[in-house]
């Protein structure tokens, strides 16, 4: 059991979690699970919540930092920089309109989705949250009966519950300015947004700001600080580590947990949130698939003309195949600088410019998911997110993008950094666990691919760019064992 890899042990606890839920659902002992099982989960959620800021502050300011002198935010620097944030907004487009299209929330029974709403409002008072779409379900007293039985509340709480989307928010937000959504952006006290997770976008701009700033004063003042920040990064990511390895202990506690709390002791509704979870992966396997071999494929020939579809793929694939096999952006990097140089024939200055950065600041496969998995989410509780709303989703996906490590499972830190941007309940990724291993290893081709592609762009908008057709990777790629 030692020697199996750790992804293995993950989907070994997946399956048992589900097991247990099953079986708990059929002998009627979902109270016990979710008394004496699900806390478990619940602590591997606040591990990951408790790392998430921090390693998006840190991180961003060494992405950021790490660029070099000012100088090199420039004219390779800065169109490196477009074009990857450009295409990590393509996906997470991408990503909106087929979750908005198909809908797989939606797809699952309704009573199901109602109970779902219902423990939402619910969690939403506990937090102080504004409930999303200004629905309240609560204020109608047909659903107080469905609500005591499937909570602890008594019927006098849950009223207190109803009134929860107060008039004096909805007064506050007729009497806003218009520019009021860039005005929250920016914090006047930067210690209050690090201590309420739903101030995520102030926290990010912070971390920008703060990066680009070392990067204009002199080197000896800037370098103290900055290995300072790479040390506490290190740190963040190395805890990261150590709550995975034990994450297959915690993901049967938290499956098992979240599956008994919205099924209870009726089997049927275990099957309904698998068929929602199976319209989600193949929503997302869509997008990430045509991300690889049609929207990257259709930028490369917008920009470059000499290499052909075929021949990119060709010189491509020992660094998509290790890509999907080490589900590490990372771990990737030197295949993909080796297949970029030796098979696409982009100069060295190149690549050790680009690349690097685009393991740091692109991840788009994964910024995919991520908008996907919180509108399915959404969805799923009956929470109709406004354009608004899904803007923010935007907006922070792409900035988080940058503080996402180049690790496995990485991305279900950032996931929650999103839910908390938009006030839903982070706990809820545990419904999306079961199939997230698989997911990572393509979004991660998708990441590989993506960088591959801007590094090839950038290449021949420099004149560094000496592709030959004929060339054979497997000729001239090694791996190291």
Same mark, same amino acid.
């Given at each position: 059991?030692?020697?199996?890899?750790?992804?293995?042990?993950?989907?070994?606890?997946?399956? @048992? +979690?589900?097991?247990? #839920?099953?079986?708990?659902?059929?002998?009627?002992?979902?109270?016990?699970?979710?008394?004496?099982?699900?806390?478990?989960?619940?602590?591997?959620?606040?591990?990951?919540?408790?790392?998430?800021?921090?390693?998006?502050?840190?991180?961003?300011?060494?992405?950021?930092?790490?660029?070099?002198?000012?100088?090199?935010?420039?004219?390779?620097? +800065?169109?490196?920089?477009?074009?990857?944030?450009?295409?990590?907004?393509?996906?997470?487009?991408? +990503?909106?309109?087929?979750?908005?299209?198909?809908?797989?929330?939606?797809?699952?029974?309704? *009573?199901?989705?109602?109970?779902?709403?219902?423990?939402?409002?619910?969690?939403? &008072?506990?937090?102080?949250? =504004?409930?999303?779409? +200004?629905?309240?379900? @609560?204020? &109608?007293?047909?659903?107080?009966?469905?609500?005591?039985?499937?909570?602890?509340?008594?019927?006098?709480?849950?009223?207190?519950?109803?009134?929860?989307?107060?008039?004096?928010?909805?007064?506050? *937000?007729?009497?806003?300015?218009?520019?009021?959504?860039?005005?929250?952006?920016?914090? =006047?006290?930067?210690?209050? $947004?690090?201590?309420?997770?739903?101030?995520?976008?102030?926290?990010?701009?912070?971390?920008?700001?703060?990066?680009?700033?070392?990067?204009?004063?002199?080197?000896?003042?800037? *370098?103290?600080?900055?290995?300072?920040?790479?040390?506490?990064?290190?740190?963040?990511?190395?805890?990261?580590?150590?709550?995975? *390895?034990?994450?297959?202990?915690?993901?049967?506690?938290?499956?098992?947990?979240?599956?008994?709390?919205?099924?209870?002791?009726?089997?049927?509704?275990?099957?309904?949130?698998?068929?929602?979870?199976?319209?989600?992966?193949?929503?997302?396997?869509?997008?990430?698939?045509?991300?690889?071999?049609?929207?990257?494929?259709?930028?490369?020939?917008?920009?470059?003309?000499?290499?052909?579809?075929?021949?990119?793929?060709?010189?491509?694939?020992? #660094?998509?195949?290790?890509?999907?096999?080490?589900?590490?952006?990372?771990?990737?990097?030197?295949?993909?600088?080796?297949?970029? =140089?030796?098979?696409?024939?982009?100069?060295?200055?190149?690549? $050790?410019?680009?690349?690097?950065?685009?393991?740091?600041?692109?991840?788009?496969?994964?910024?995919?998911?991520?908008?996907?998995?919180?509108?399915?989410?959404?969805?799923?509780?009956?929470?109709?997110?406004?354009?608004?709303?899904?803007?923010?989703?935007?907006?922070?996906?792409?900035?988080?993008?940058?503080?996402?490590?180049?690790?496995? $499972?990485?991305?279900?830190?950032?996931?929650?950094?999103?839910?908390?941007?938009?006030?839903?309940?982070?706990?809820?990724?545990?419904?999306?666990?079961?199939?997230?291993?698989? @997911?990572?290893?393509?979004?991660?081709?998708?990441?590989?691919?993506?960088?591959?592609?801007?590094?090839?762009?950038?290449? &021949?908008?420099?004149?560094?760019?000496?592709?030959?057709? $004929?060339?054979?990777?497997?000729?001239?790629?090694?791996? =190291?064992?």
């Amino acid at each position: 059991m030692k020697k199996l890899a750790l992804h293995w042990k993950i989907i070994i606890g997946m399956v @048992l +979690g589900v097991i247990w #839920a099953l079986l708990s659902s059929y002998m009627g002992w979902s109270s016990f699970t979710i008394d004496w099982i699900d806390p478990f989960g619940i602590i591997f959620i606040n591990l990951l919540k408790l790392i998430a800021v921090p390693l998006v502050l840190f991180s961003i300011i060494s992405g950021v930092a790490n660029i070099g002198d000012p100088s090199s935010l420039g004219r390779m620097g +800065g169109k490196t920089l477009l074009i990857y944030m450009l295409t990590t907004v393509l996906a997470i487009s991408l +990503g909106l309109f087929l979750v908005n299209t198909v809908k797989p929330g939606k797809l699952i029974d309704e *009573q199901s989705r109602i109970d779902n709403r219902i423990n939402y409002e619910i969690w939403a &008072d506990s937090q102080g949250h =504004e409930i999303k779409d +200004g629905i309240n379900y @609560l204020k &109608d007293p047909e659903f107080f009966e469905r609500a005591q039985e499937i909570s602890e509340l008594t019927k006098s709480e849950l009223k207190e519950v109803s009134l929860a989307d107060k008039m004096e928010t909805v007064e506050k *937000q007729k009497e806003s300015s218009p520019l009021q959504p860039l005005i929250d952006v920016v914090p =006047e006290n930067f210690f209050f $947004s690090l201590s309420n997770n739903g101030l995520m976008l102030q926290i990010i701009f912070f971390a920008l700001f703060f990066g680009v700033c070392l990067l204009f004063i002199p080197n000896e003042k800037s *370098q103290p600080v900055l290995t300072l920040v790479e040390g506490i990064n290190s740190v963040f990511l190395k805890m990261v580590d150590l709550v995975m *390895q034990a994450a297959p202990f915690f993901v049967f506690a938290l499956l098992a947990g979240v599956v008994s709390k919205m099924a209870g002791d009726d089997i049927g509704k275990v099957v309904e949130i698998f068929k929602g979870l199976s319209w989600y992966s193949l929503i997302v396997v869509i997008g990430l698939v045509l991300m690889i071999f049609v929207i990257y494929p259709l930028i490369l020939k917008l920009f470059v003309k000499k290499i052909s579809y075929k021949g990119f793929f060709k010189a491509m694939s020992p #660094a998509q195949t290790l890509a999907f096999s080490t589900s590490s952006s990372a771990a990737t990097l030197p295949a993909t600088m080796e297949c970029v =140089e030796q098979n696409l024939g982009v100069d060295k200055k190149i690549s $050790s410019f680009v690349l690097p950065i685009g393991a740091t600041v692109n991840m788009d496969g994964t910024s995919l998911y991520q908008a996907i998995a919180v509108v399915f989410l959404a969805q799923l509780h009956m929470i109709d997110l406004t354009a608004g709303q899904q803007f923010t989703i935007v907006i922070t996906t792409t900035l988080a993008s940058i503080g996402t490590a180049a690790v496995p $499972s990485a991305g279900l830190v950032m996931l929650i950094v999103v839910m908390n941007s938009v006030g839903l309940n982070p706990a809820w990724i545990a419904i999306i666990f079961p199939v997230d291993r698989i @997911l990572d290893m393509l979004r991660t081709v998708v990441n590989v691919t993506g960088d591959a592609t801007v590094c090839t762009i950038v290449a &021949d908008g420099e004149n560094m760019l000496h592709y030959q057709e $004929s060339k054979d990777p497997s000729e001239t790629f090694e791996v =190291e064992s």
